[in-house]
T-cell receptor
Framework: AQSVAQPEDQVNVAEGNPLTVKCTYSVSGNPYLFWYVQYPNRGLQFLLKYITGDNLVKGSYGFEAEFNKSQTSFHLKKPSALVSDSALYFCAVLTGANNLFFGTGTRLTVIP | TAGITQAPTSQILAAGRSMTLRCTQDMRHNAMYWYRQDLGLGLRLIHYSNTAGTTGKGEVPDGYSVSRANTDDFPLTLASAVPSQTSVYFC?????????????FGPGTRLTVL
């Protein structure tokens, strides 16, 4: 079955330090991968996506993600975390033509 | 621009009652979607619509129905609510009809079925 996994429910990082939120995927064929962020009591906001092309994808708010086919990963990264980055992050993969499968989410807390 | 609005913000509903969750977008997007978000399960697609007059089933469509009479509105109806439908419901839209297109989400409706 096609899916994504976010192995960490919670990630804590100090402000100013680099952050990584992990995502691994399992798909047949070419993967289409997405990252969304959810702030408290809000809907999801799109950060970035990988469809084809460069393995390093740059997105909103200084985030980037690297598509690694050999490791079947699409980890989200940012060089210097901000307190305002604290939120719930979702990785998603397109499964078939008509479904976007979301991971269970990783709660990022940036400590001042 | 409001983007996507959902109503109500929250609702408590007795089991067996019916309810319609409203969703309106003002971006003239072609496609619209309904998801439910449950703790520990991420988001799951309920129904979607690629254009006015057409709808399709997602991952968890049972117990829900949708209609798309025009471009802007995509209501979700629970004909006879059950406690397992307690969830946060998000409406989304995208300009294109491919699931690779960026989806824009509304603020959500928190529904509790007792």
């Amino acid at each position: 079955a096609q899916s994504v996994a976010q192995p960490e429910d919670q990630v804590n990082v100090a402000e100013g330090n680099p952050l990584t939120v992990k995502c691994t995927y399992s798909v047949s064929g070419n993967p289409y991968l997405f990252w969304y962020v959810q702030y408290p009591n809000r809907g999801l906001q799109f950060l970035l996506k990988y469809i084809t092309g460069d393995n390093l994808v740059k997105g909103s708010y200084g985030f980037e993600a690297e598509f690694n086919k050999s490791q079947t990963s699409f980890h989200l990264k940012k060089p210097s975390a901000l307190v305002s980055d604290s939120a719930l992050y979702f990785c998603a993969v397109l499964t078939g033509a008509n479904n976007l499968f979301f991971g269970t989410g990783t709660r990022l807390t940036v400590i001042p | 621009t409001a983007g996507i609005t959902q109503a109500p913000t929250s609702q408590i509903l007795a089991a067996g009652r019916s309810m319609t969750l409203r969703c309106t977008q003002d971006m003239r997007h072609n496609a619209m979607y309904w998801y439910r978000q449950d703790l520990g399960l991420g988001l799951r697609l309920i129904h979607y619509s690629n254009t006015a007059g057409t709808t399709g089933k997602g991952e968890v469509p049972d117990g829900y129905s949708v209609s798309r009479a025009n471009t802007d509105d995509f209501p979700l109806t629970l004909a006879s609510a059950v406690p397992s439908q307690t969830s946060v419901y998000f409406c989304a839209s995208s300009e294109g009809t491919s699931f690779t297109d960026t989806q824009y989400f509304g603020p959500g409706t928190r529904l509790t079925v007792l």
